[in-house]
């Protein structure tokens, strides 16, 4: 905390005796909930969703209207609670994960928190909208200043350091002629392992609100400094650029080369926002970012939780969901279709970031012996992310109708077709993995999702200093 | 926001993993398993069936069928309803070992649950039949007295007395009767029972109660070879120790001299004319004394012998292993012998109960070939050809009882004549 405090201090120095620096610099504070997320790799069980503290002062420097840098000091502690169970040995068929032993089982909980200051380092684009949106991607330094762990194994020692990336997105909106509020979501994801026993990695979401002065920079003649924020002043709506904030209902199926019709649809959500660059009259380009669910659901006799196989007889009878999170970036070639623009029609590739991946349902087996019949009904849960390459790239199709709304702004309705490209199962989770290029894929993602988007202009902006 | 955040954290909205026993049911016979019985014998066979979740019963169809052994099910269809037991009478076939009653269980509407088997044997007359069952399976040494009708076995350390058939045993119990390793019986119907501790306890009530001997090697803790003479004189035997004999039961020892040793088993006949003849284990080891035990002198075998018996004739017979197995005779305390039978065992081995008299005729024991059985011990026929065999008695109705190599299988063969 003596570091922590030892910091701050040198930040808000740095802020303030910065006279007649630059007027682009804009600091603040920002606090909230971190909801953690660990990338535990393999193993049977549930990680919980624990949430902890956050909060951190930034400094960000704006290169202009659009791209930024910015950096800062951020305190954190991560909880995780780890939801698991000890089965003895029994009949085995053939997975990594829990299906493993379906003997007799024991559940117990493990806990363990983790306290850190990092230092992130980001660089920031951002769409002049009201909000204003703000999309930001770097790395960060994190140094452990606490720990605590119930799991008691000797010599076990919680790694000092860690470096990883982290994404945000956050909106802002003007209070004052110099304070602004934001909102903001990141998504961190750690390189290093936490301990010296296994290879999970630390990982959280979190979600905060701050509070951001533009003004601390003044003119040599001590008037305030002029006004960056363009939403605030004469600004007009531009032509050429607007924002769609969309969401939706995914249906996702598994359309892999192997048993696919033993699959069937998971539903999920979709949510994200574009920015949509006009090229000509009907022609645009389209990207930015989307959270995307997506999977199948397994309702069969199968060996394993996750996916169809059977060796003899199934020893499960499993009702599952098998879902992979994905940060999707689309490039899309959008056509406005009518005389009025009101059909359009966009394709193009995207590239996914897989977040998470678990299974979860139920499954029922029966145990039986010479003279004894036992029947359980299982509910699982088990952590994936081990298991799912980290990216999916293929193609999207989408179609739909524009209708005006308000006076600026429209709205979006389509069906949009996306689908993954190769297998998504990691080739270490695939036991014929040696034979694999001749058994055809086992899990490939394709989705149709209901989309509903509301398209938001982007101020021009002029400045009148 | 509020939306993003409930789109993120909807899909990770599920219970924890757990287990939950939704039911669990163990059926068993109340009938020991592998237990024997008389070719053609009824069984009352009684089936427990146990709810392991509810303490209320659950009602199934059971259909037993007898899979092995060619017996019968007086019903083979019984409704347990809500009884925790249900019973039936097995008919064990009248030509078969092994038999096997099977039991499969089914819900009401048909569907199978499991099923289990008992399992039994009969032992039939003029047939080998195998038993792996304790305590007889394990059986370590046995000695039957003919004329009191009593025969006492040692397996698993215990004493056990030979029932009301002859394969069924009662254990021995009794303090001094600690950790029992062989049994042997003299002519006056003593049985002696060696002990792993290096005891030595006695009976002369038949196995009823028991009475320590003086200990042959005082500072010895642990197991000791004995043998009974035909004299009814101990003989006590250990490796890299004098070899000691009591005349009087057990009360006090004696050592033999001529430093007169054995590595293991040891036998020792009296003849008509006192003198002893011993041989041990060791190669070659024909001994005679003609002072009741002070001097002893060597006498030559053929090859390398092992084994001496000496029959009502006072004819000696040796078995050697040379080349196998091979059985001579000398009528001139071993001046000359004459080779009687010869054969190739699987395996050799040290010999312990080799020749087993029953009424009139010999059962020689050849271990790792079989059993052969020779009236006048000059001619000789095989018995039986078994090359896992080890060891061999004979109970006091002269039923035989054959030792596997296994430690853990005998054969019983009761002839019927």
Redesign the interface.
């Known amino acids: 905390m003596k570091k922590l405090r030892i910091l701050s201090i040198l930040i808000i120095l740095f802020i303030y005796w910065s006279p007649g620096w630059s007027q682009r610099i804009t600091a603040g504070y920002y606090g909230g909930v971190n909801i953690s997320d660990i990338h535990s790799g393999y193993g049977p069980g549930k990680w919980k969703f624990k949430p902890g503290p956050v909060q951190g002062l930034y400094i960000d420097y704006s290169l202009n209207r659009i791209f930024g840098l910015r950096t800062g000091i951020n305190y954190s502690t991560l909880y995780y609670e780890h939801v698991t169970g000890y089965q003895s040995y029994g009949y085995y068929p053939y997975s990594s994960l829990s299906s493993y032993w379906p003997g007799p089982y024991y559940s117990f909980n493990e806990f363990s928190d983790f306290s850190f200051i990092s230092f992130p380092a980001q660089f920031r684009l951002s769409v002049p909208s009201v909000p204003r949106l703000d999309l930001m991607a770097g790395i960060y330094n994190a140094f452990l200043t606490g720990h605590s762990e119930i799991y008691n194994i000797i010599d076990y020692k919680p790694s000092k350091y860690d470096i990883g990336y982290l994404y945000s997105i956050g909106f802002s909106l003007p209070l004052t002629g110099r304070l602004e509020a934001s909102l903001n979501a990141r998504y961190m994801t750690g390189r290093k392992g936490i301990d010296n026993f296994d290879e999970a990695r630390h990982g959280s979401m979190d979600f905060t609100f701050g509070v951001a002065w533009n003004g601390i920079p003044k003119k040599r003649d001590g008037k305030a400094g002029y006004q960056v924020q363009d939403y605030q002043v004469q600004d007009s709506v531009s032509e050429k650029i607007y924002l769609i904030y969309g969401g939706g209902i995914n249906a996702s199926w598994n359309s892999g080369e192997t048993d696919r019709e033993r699959y069937f649809v998971n539903y999920g959500p979709s949510i994200g926002v574009l920015v949509n660059f006009l090229v000509s009259p009907n022609t645009s380009f389209r990207t930015g970012v989307s959270f995307d669910v997506t999977g199948y659901s397994l309702r069969d006799s199968s060996d394993s939780f996750v996916r169809y196989q059977i060796t003899d007889d199934a020893y499960y009878h499993v009702n599952t969901n098998t879902s992979v999170d994905y940060l999707t970036i689309p490039l899309l070639l959008n056509i406005q279709l009518g005389s009025k623009g009101r059909i359009y029609f966009s394709t193009g590739p995207f590239a996914g970031i897989k977040l998470n991946a678990r299974c979860k349902g139920t499954a029922y087996y029966k145990v039986e012996g010479a003279g004894s019949y036992s029947r359980y009904k299982r509910i699982v849960y088990d952590d994936l992310e081990g298991s799912i390459k980290d990216n999916n790239f293929g193609w999207i199709m989408e179609g739909g109708l524009t209708t005006p709304l308000f006076r600026h702004m429209a709205l979006e309705c389509g069906i949009q077709y996306r689908k993954g490209f190769g297998e998504v199962f990691d080739d270490s989770y695939l036991p014929e993995n040696e034979s694999f290029y001749g058994e055809g894929s086992v899990f490939e993602n394709s989705s149709l999702s209901f989309r509903i988007g509301v398209r938001v202009p982007v101020k021009a902006g002029r400045r009148t200093h | ?1 509020i ?10 909205c ?15 016979f109340e009938n020991q398993q592998g237990q024997k019985y008389n070719p053609g014998e009824s069984i009352n066979v009684v089936l427990k069936l146990t709810n ?1 979740k509810e303490p209320a019963a659950t009602s199934f169809r059971i259909v037993f069928d007898v899979p092995e052994g060619g017996g019968s099910v007086a019903q083979e269809t019984i409704l347990s309803e809500d009884a925790d037991r249900i019973s039936t009478v097995w008919t064990l076939g009248p030509n078969s070992l092994d038999h096997k009653l099977r039991a499969d ?1 089914f819900r009401m509407n048909g569907e199978f ?5 008992l399992t039994a044997i009969t032992l039939r007359e003029n047939a080998w039949d195998a038993v792996s069952a304790d305590p007889d399976g394990h059986i370590f040494d046995l000695a039957a007295d003919t004329v009191a009708g009593v025969t006492l076995m040692v397996s698993g350390g215990n004493v056990y007395r030979q029932g009301e058939k002859y394969y069924l045993w009662e254990k021995v119990t009794d303090p001094v009767l600690e950790s029992p390793r062989t049994i042997e019986i003299d002519s006056r119907g003593t049985f002696y029972v060696s002990t792993w501790n290096g005891e030595l306890v006695k009976s002369n009530d038949h196995g009823l109660s028991w009475q320590k001997c003086t200990k042959p090697y005082p500072e010895n803790p642990y197991y000791i070879f004995m043998d009974v003479a035909n004299d009814d004189y101990i003989w006590v035997f250990k490796f890299e120790y004098p070899t000691v004999f009591s005349a009087d039961e057990g009360v006090t020892w004696r050592t033999a001299g001529s430093n007169l040793s054995s590595v293991g088993f040891g036998d020792v006949f009296r003849l008509k004319s006192g003198t002893l003849l011993f041989h041990g284990s060791n190669c070659c080891s024909l001994n005679r004394s003609d002072d009741n035990g002070s001097t002893w002198t060597h006498i030559e075998t053929p090859g390398a012998s092992t084994k001496l018996y000496v029959n009502d004739k006072e004819e000696i017979f040796i078995c050697n292993q040379d080349g196998g197995f091979a059985i001579f005779k000398s009528s001139d305390m071993g001046a000359t012998y004459t080779r009687l039978f010869g054969c190739f065992p699987q395996f050799g081995t040290s010999m312990d109960n080799i020749f087993n008299k029953w009424k009139d005729y010999y059962y020689i024991l050849v271990p790792g070939f079989g059993i052969l059985k020779s009236y006048d011990l000059e001619r000789y026929e095989i018995y039986w050809i078994n090359s896992e065999l080890n060891n061999l008695f004979i109970d006091h109705n002269g039923v035989l009882i054959a030792k596997d190599w296994n430690q853990n299988t005998i054969y019983y063969r009761k002839n019927s004549d």
């Not at chain 2, 955040?5 to 899909?11: A, R, V, W």
């Not at chain 2, 219970?15 to 163990?26: A, C, G, H, Q, R």
């Not at chain 2, 649950?113 to 088997?117: D, G, I, R, Y």
């Open positions: 926001m939306l993003v955040l409930i789109s993120i954290f909807i899909p990770f599920a219970p924890d993993p757990s287990i939950e026993m939704l039911e669990s049911y163990s059926f068993s392991n269980i649950v499991t099923s289990l088997l």
